[in-house]
């Protein structure tokens, strides 16, 4: 995998602990991050192209990749 983008990464060192809530609404820690990453729109494309099950990237949890994997399926 191209890992470049990984380098400048807001959660780079971070404790991985935050980007695996337990549930979405214990996600908002993660979420604050994301939004101020540099390498959000990378990160996501990777989890919806990946199919990252687990945790939060690119600012959404695993339910919100779904919805936004969906609502791309519909508009394609
Ligand atoms: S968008 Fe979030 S999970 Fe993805 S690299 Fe940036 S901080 Fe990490």
Redesign the pocket.
């Known amino acids: 995998m191209n890992a470049t ?2 380098k400048r ?4 060192g971070l404790d991985p602990d935050i ?1 695996y809530p337990a549930s979405d609404e214990e996600a908002e820690e ?1 979420k604050a ?2 939004v101020a ?1 540099p ?2 729109q990378v ?2 494309e990777h989890a919806l192209a990946h199919r990252e099950r687990d945790g ?4 959404l949890t695993e339910r919100e990749r779904r919805r936004a994997l969906r609502q791309r399926r519909k508009s394609a």
């Open positions: 983008w990984r990464a807001a959660c780079r980007f993660a991050i994301c990453c390498v959000q990160c996501l939060v990237w690119g600012g």
